[in-house]
């Protein structure tokens, strides 16, 4: 089952509403901004995982269960670049 949405307001500034405006623009099919922020939240996400887990932070089986909340590109994306070593997304 999956859980409830949280209710959160978030406010923007105009030059940030700017800018996810022009990441809308970008993208090809039509979309909105919940979808794009929920994007970069994935995106930072998978980014503190990877760096958590660099650092000894995270367990690995912390780190495995932070993985299968990502989305599969995200996830294939970290998985590849653990076989490089350290390094950013």
Do not use: W
Request: charged residues 15%; hydrophobic residues 35%.
């Amino acid at each position: 089952m999956k859980p409830a949405p949280s209710q959160i307001t978030i406010t923007l500034t105009t030059r940030q509403a700017a800018k996810v405006l022009l990441m809308q623009k970008a993208i090809s099919e039509p979309t909105t901004y919940h979808k794009i922020l929920g994007g970069l939240i994935d995106l930072g996400f998978a980014t503190a995982l990877k760096t958590l887990y660099t650092d000894g932070v995270l367990n690995q089986e912390s780190y495995q269960k932070g993985l299968m909340q990502l989305p599969d590109y995200l996830r294939e994306s970290i998985t590849n670049l653990n076989s490089l070593g350290p390094c950013n997304l």
